[in-house]
């Protein structure tokens, strides 16, 4: 290899020069670590969560122009950039000079919660004015597409960047936006309950002052490179890493001599394929050839035939010249094309789009990625060179022979690909269906093309592709050579023989996979019929109600509206208390300039661990060899159980659970940097001796009786007895899954020896510094005065930092102690998902008496909670299911018994609602059930079975006034207009065959506070300075909730000085101790009250100086009391109530009071995909007073939406032998966008106050999640409007989350009864889609050649679509 080569690239303005760039060091790494710009995050480290979105811009040969736009900075190698100029978070605003208007309207708008994704989605948005200042709606949807968050659910950051938009489409006209009107746009809003509502507002931020967009503000792309870029176009470029060289040619020879020469080193562009491989999968490649630099692979040209694309052509490219070809070119010509864009429109998000190529997408052979087979279908050839020439190869399934193998010669490269024009007489279409609608690989996708003979209906050709339903594309050849001359109705009966699922099929879900062949099929078999219909060929009767089943569903930007009541007029304008003020930190977050912990600087000689996990589920650690490991460049050391001073425990309530332990984390590894310490780890040898039992099921650890202790049992009435006199009795169950955190920050700390007294600091993103700062104290055997946790802020939380990071943060602690130096622990994230649990999985066991009437008289309902291998917090977990269970029913009999069962999956922990919705969710699903079977619309079995009495009593006798409840649910169901809806809804149905709709409302009761009584207690320190300014301290944990705006409103109220003088730097167990975790919706009830102690206590001392001298200043008042030697500084402290529960007697006061609030959702679903889409919601809930209405919405929006990755996405994977599966973006999904109902409303409800919490206010943290379970309930009603089409009965089970693949398979029809191999009803060949189209009812329909005439039965009320 030549000398290595100068790599020149700048960063937001500033020029880079590397002598010696590694081609393994990707940009994120580079701006965190070596450019000290540590605005753009790590989320995921594999283009899946968009935290680490920057702008490239680079001079574009083929467009003549300078191009910008996003890439996600953890998959762009650096030595790829060489000429580029980067611009990151910091590189277009800052608070110090100037924010950009994104900024600025991100943070406003409340956008911004934690914080972590705000740079991310601030470069995405910015990109795309960089390309279009007067964006549209969909282009910010498409913008934001690849940006995960987990808190804000969409909406706002929607709301503050749709500013941008012309308000033409932007802005409702409801809302004074000017725009067009609502109801045009298919959104109708909330129906407004007009009477005494002149104090509601729906303003949330004023949009009076925001900064207009200056596009001169822009950093300009830097003259000198666009000299260098042309003369550098020539010179070829080299790379020499520690492992790895790049070879960069730039001219078509080079490459061929050096493919010839290196047949194995693989061609990289966008690094999408091999970069995951290489980052996350550990497979080494010492020589990769970058082709981006050669014009003949990034040339596009049109010609008669059609497009020719260069091999290493951006997704994005392709897009746009497909998107310019379908809008110029006649119809008939572009059918293919149209069919790729539908493709591209939703094949990964715009940041991975932009950066992966056509020729990579092809030739990476993985059956999960999408182009190849509507690539195959449309006809494209590939154009491959080598030293010995060129070829063309017609793309099809014969060029890939294996999983990730193709059938090119090894010294080949693909030059381009040529996507040929369609003809008069072709049909072409392409399917996916995925986990996520967006942003998601697909299960199965699959590329279909017929050629039909001119004027008649017989094929001339077929040909069908599939990905996904084996290891490589699969053509269903029979089904294409024997269709040919016959009527494409005869395919299905082929199909069925050709396409053979393996059961073992990578990823499982066989027989989905099977049903979306055919169903994919009969939607195009739907298409071309419709086609040949209007061209007069056909005579097959297309009933009306098929037509929707052809229209996929739309993905748009969420709308709607959100309200809250007003203060009063005579509330002071300076009170900043129940107004919609901004997160305290949000300019800082959108700017990048928050820190989290792994953004402080390197601490001088900072060593990194990595943990080495245990790969067994049950076993003993008979040896642990890291003589290998040791050896290592960069490695320090290894620290086991032997290294830990003081004890090898997690005392959690008398649970004592080893850190170092024979389950999760075995030794870690110390070394001089995160990737030594990372290979490191993989080399430690561990040896097990497996023991037996092993098991993971909550059905399997009730077989073999392995519980955890205590178990729980609350009764009211006499179940037993009420039970005989019920009318109706049913039987069943309902299981939940569980739920991974996915907080955007993974979790991590720095421990810093202070190397005098054995003082240490740690620098942690926990919830609970008190328990932290214990356990290491524990494990170090030193007292806790010498040891202070830091806790500037989270970049989310959840409930999966309070426990688990106490640990880590044990074993970082003690490889600090060890080594004596700073140590820094960053879970990647497929660790952080093996080893910090997730939510409980439950299931639900019940007996129900009931009446016809839908009064339930009865309900005895045994709950078992998936443990994991240790207690964790399970137990309390359960309480609150438990405790949960009656929701907002008074059911006068009523048992719940609650069991955690022990297995040996990692063990399962808190997360926002605590057991909450789990328990509800099982009682919600009793009414659904009962509604189904007494005929009745389960909203009036529940509002029948509602607690109404304003001294109404839980089934553990806490006395409540359900009041509230009933106001949210009474006015959420008239503002959802539900009975319009509903009966609109059954017309939708009774009209469409394959789409069905369903509408589901609930109402909640949720506990706020601690049950453990001791708990509920907060405080803080206030201390006021000379100059008047204010620093508030208190035990809440900031994780983008915004308890620290609420605090500072809270003093900004009782001390009369502005929120801008008043200012929280950290959470510290030094300033205030044995702080109460922030968790159980109750931060801001206890802190805010310590807040306002500590500040009254102020004003008490200041009230002298300032009766004395009124007309002074705040400022003045304080200088004056320190010369009057008058403290300013002040502690403040709440003893929240007595909660506590007997649970001997299964009585007490568990909750300090109760939030209410009620949700309806309506979707529709798919039934032969299985997708959905949440068409709206509306939800009003009960905050009491809001002290910052913008905050709450906020956390209803983010709650609500978390809740819809819970009952309707988000699905764990453990293999047969309990590995977790789901250990990345890749593979487990939260909600994006796309998930977000398309209208989304959400209300406080006016009028409520709560006498039990800091200004008449309520906690709401967690109950939104619950209400998603409402999305759960109408799919289901949908799905069972599916059923009955079949003639099957309304009750059949389905499973929480509610996903495609059960969605579909509950939908029993025709296609999976083929797919579960239960089809024996073989009609007369040829029958068989006309059959499908008349759905059974072929008994009516007269079948000749092919042409099917429907019968007056088989035409439902006159609905048959007719030419
Ligand atoms: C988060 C994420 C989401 C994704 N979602 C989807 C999705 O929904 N649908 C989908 O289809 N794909 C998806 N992908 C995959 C993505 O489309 C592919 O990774 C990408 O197209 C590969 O292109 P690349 O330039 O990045 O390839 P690279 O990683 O650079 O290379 C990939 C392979 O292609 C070979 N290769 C590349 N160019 C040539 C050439 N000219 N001649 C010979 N061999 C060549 C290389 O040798 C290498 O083996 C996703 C990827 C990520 C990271
Ligand atoms: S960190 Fe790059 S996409 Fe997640
Ligand atoms: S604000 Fe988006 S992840 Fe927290």
């Known amino acids: 290899m030549s000398s290595p080569s100068e790599l020149i690239f700048f960063v937001n303005g500033k020029k880079v020069v590397e002598k010696n760039a590694d081609p393994e060091e990707v940009l994120l790494s580079f701006l965190r670590r070596r450019a000290g710009l540590t605005g753009t995050k790590y989320g995921c480290g594999s283009g899946g969560c968009g935290a680490c979105t920057v702008m490239v811009s680079r001079y574009s040969h083929h467009q003549a122009r300078v191009v910008h736009y996003t890439v996600n900075a953890c998959l762009q190698q650096i030595v790829t950039l060489h000429c580029a100029a980067v611009v990151t978070v910091e590189g277009i605003g800052s608070t110090k000079t100037k924010l950009h208007p994104v900024q600025e309207r991100i943070a406003k708008a409340h956008g911004s919660q934690c914080g972590f994704c705000t740079p991310g989605m601030v470069m995405s948005m910015y990109t795309l004015l960089r390309n279009k200042p007067r964006p549209s709606m969909e282009d910010i949807r498409e913008a934001l597409g690849g940006n995960i968050c987990r808190c804000t659910g969409y909406r706002p950051i929607i709301d503050g960047f749709k500013t941008f938009c012309d308000s033409e489409t932007s802005a409702c006209c409801q809302s004074g936006g000017g725009g067009k009107c609502c109801m045009e746009n298919g959104i109708e809003g909330s129906k407004s309950l007009n009477s005494e509502e002149s104090d509601i507002s729906e303003e949330l931020f004023p949009m009076d002052d925001l900064l207009p967009l200056d596009p001169s503000q822009d950093l300009i792309f830097p003259p000198e490179l666009l000299i260098m870029e042309k003369k550098l176009s020539g010179e070829a470029l080299y790379f020499q890493g520690q492992r790895v060289n790049l070879v960069a040619p730039s001219e078509l020879s080079h490459l061929l001599e050096l493919k010839a020469e290196h047949p194995s080193a693989p061609l990289v562009v966008g690094n999408t394929t091999i970069g995951p491989e290489m980052l996350l999968k550990g497979v080494h490649h010492p020589l990769l050839v970058y082709v981006g630099r050669i014009p003949e692979l990034s040339a596009v040209t049109w010609g008669e035939n059609g497009v020719t694309v260069g091999a290493a052509c951006s997704l994005s490219t392709l897009k746009e010249e497909l ?90 490269v693909l030059l381009s690909i040529n996507i040929p024009c369609s003809k008069p007489w072709e049909f072409v279409a392409a399917y996916r269906q995925a986990q996520r609608r967006e942003f998601a690989f697909s299960i199965v996708n699959a590329g279909m093309k017929v050629v039909i003979r001119e004027g008649t209906d017989i094929v001339e050709s077929l040909n069908i592709y599939y990905g996904g339903v084996g290891p490589t594309l699969v053509r269903p050849g029979r089904t294409c050579q024997q269709l040919v001359g016959r009527l494409l109705t005869e395919a299905c009966h082929f199909l069925k023989e050709d396409v053979d699922v393996s059961p073992s099929i990578h990823g499982g879900k066989g027989e989905y996979r099977k049903s979306l062949v055919f169903s994919f099929f009969f939607k195009f078999y739907m298409q071309v019929v419709l086609e040949m219909g209007e061209r007069g060929v056909s005579d097959i009767d297309l009933p009306l109600e098929y037509l929707s089943a052809l229209k996929p569903f739309k993905n748009e930007a969420p709308q709607g509206q959100q309200s809250y009541q007003l203060v009063s007029e005579a509330q002071p304008s300076v009170d900043p208390v129940g107004r919609p003020s901004m997160h305290q930190s949000a300019f800082q977050q959108a700017t990048g300039e928050a820190k989290y912990y792994d953004d402080l600087p390197p601490v001088e000689g900072e060593l990194f661990i990595f943990m080495v996990t245990s790969t067994r589920a049950h076993a003993k650690i008979t040896n642990v060899d890291p003589s290998e490991a040791l050896e290592m460049p960069g490695v320090v050391t290894v620290v086991s159980a032997g290294d830990v001073p003081g004890a090898n425990v997690r005392l959690w309530f008398n649970n004592p659970e080893e850190l170092f332990a024979t389950e999760e984390i075995v030794c870690a590894v110390v070394a001089e940097s995160r990737e030594q310490a990372r290979r490191a780890a993989q080399k430690v040898q561990v040896t097990y001796q497996d023991l037996l039992p092993v098991f993971f099921t909550i059905e399997d650890a009730i077989k073999h009786e392995s519980y955890f202790e205590p178990k729980r049992k609350v009764e009211r009435g006499d179940v037993d007895e009420a039970l005989k006199t019920a009318e109706c009795i049913l039987e069943d169950e309902i299981y939940m899954g569980g739920q991974e955190h996915f907080y955007m920050e993974t979790q991590g700390l720095i421990a810093v020896p202070r190397g005098e007294n054995e003082e240490m600091d740690l620098f942690v993103s926990t919830q609970h510094g008190a328990f932290t700062q214990e356990l290491v104290g524990m494990a170090l055997g030193i007292e806790s005065n010498k040891i202070t946790c830091h806790v500037k802020r989270l970049g989310g939380g959840f409930g999966g930092k309070v426990m688990k990071i106490a640990s880590l943060s044990a074993i970082t602690a003690v490889a600090a102690h060890k080594t004596g130096k700073a140590v820094r622990c960053c879970l990647d994230r497929g660790d952080d998902m093996l080893i910090t649990g997730g939510r409980h999985p439950f299931l639900g066991k019940y007996k129900v008496g009931y009446n016809s009437d839908g009064t339930i008289v009865a309900a005895d309902i045994i709950y078992y909670s998936n443990g994991g291998c240790t207690l964790d917090e399970s137990s309390f977990i359960m309480d609150k299911a438990i405790l949960h269970m009656d929701n907002g029913y008074k059911i006068p009999n009523l048992r719940g018994r609650g069991v955690v069962c022990k297995t040996y999956l990692p063990s399962n922990t808190a997360f926002r609602g605590f057991g909450g919705p789990q328990g509800l969710m099982v009682i919600e699903s009793v009414l659904h059930e009962v509604a189904v079977r007494c005929g009745l619309p389960p909203e009036k079995v529940r509002d029948v079975n509602m607690y109404r009495e304003e001294l109404s009593y839980t089934h553990y006798k806490q006395p409540f006034c359900p009041t509230s409840m009933v106001r949210c649910w009474d006015e959420c169901l008239d503002r959802a207009d539900y009975e319009d809806r509903l009966r609109a809804i059954q017309l939708f149905n009774s009209s469409n065959r394959w789409k069905k709709r369903g509408i589901a409302a609930v109402p909640q009761k949720f506990g706020v506070g601690f049950s453990k009584g001791f708990y509920n207690q907060g405080a803080s320190l206030v201390n006021i300075f000379k100059d008047g300014s204010v620093l508030v301290t208190h035990g809440g944990t900031e994780m983008g909730q915004g308890i620290h705006t609420k605090a500072i409103q809270i003093a900004s109220r009782v001390l009369k000085v502005p929120m801008s003088s008043i200012f929280i730097k950290e959470t510290c167990t030094g300033n205030v101790p044995n702080a109460a975790p922030s968790a159980a919706s109750f931060g801001t009830d206890a802190v805010g009250m310590a807040v306002k102690d500590a500040c009254e206590k102020l004003m008490r001392r200041l009230k002298p100086l300032m009766e004395a001298n009124p007309k002074n200043t705040w400022k003045q008042w304080a200088s004056d009391a320190f010369f009057q030697k008058i403290s300013l500084s002040a502690t403040g402290f709440f003893m929240g109530p007595a909660t506590n529960v007997d649970w001997e007697k299964g009585e007490g006061q568990a909750y300090y009071y109760f939030t209410y609030g009620a949700c309806c959702s309506e979707v529709e679903i798919d039934c032969l995909t299985g997708d959905h889409k949440n068409i709206r919601t509306d939800i009003v809930m009960d905050v009491g007073k809001s002290i910052n209405p913008a905050l709450d919405i906020g956390q209803v929006e983010g709650g609500f939406v978390q809740g819809v990755g819970l009952y309707t996405i988000e699905e764990l994977q453990f293999s047969p032998d309990g590995v977790l599966m789901t250990r990345g973006p890749s593979q487990y999904k939260v909600p994006s966008l796309c998930d977000v109902p398309a209208e989304f409303n959400v209300h406080l409800l006016a009028n409520s106050e709560n006498p039990h919490a800091i200004y008449l206010s309520k906690g709401i943290g967690e109950p939104p999640v619950f209400f998603a379970s409402t999305l759960f309930f109408a799919i289901k009603a949908a799905i069972a409007e599916a059923r009955k089409e079949k003639g099957l009965g309304d009750t059949f089970p389905l499973s929480s989350p509610a996903t495609a693949e059960k969605i579909r398979m509950a939908c029993q029809d025709q296609f999976t009864e083929m797919a579960i191999g239960g089809y024996h009803h073989v009609r007369q060949e040829g029958a068989l889609l006309l059959s499908l189209i008349s759905d059974g009812r072929d008994g009516d329909s007269v079948v000749h050649s092919g042409v099917s005439v429907l019968g007056p039965q088989g035409d439902k009320s006159g609905l048959v679509y007719r030419r």
Do not use: W
Request: proline share 3%; hydrophobic share 35%.
């Open 323 to 412: 998107e310019r070809a379908v809008s110029e070119m006649e119809e008939s010509r572009t059918r293919g094309y149209r069919a790729l864009l539908q493709t591209l429109q939703c094949l990964a998000a715009k940041q991975i789009r932009n950066m992966a190529t056509i020729g990579g997408n092809l030739l990476s052979a993985n059956p999960k990625y999408d182009l190849s087979s509507v690539s195959a279908a449309v006809g494209c050839t590939l154009h491959v060179a080598s030293k010995d020439g060129t070829r063309d190869i017609p793309f099809n399934e014969k060029l890939f022979t294996a999983f990730g193998k193709t059938a090119l010669r090894p010294n080949e």
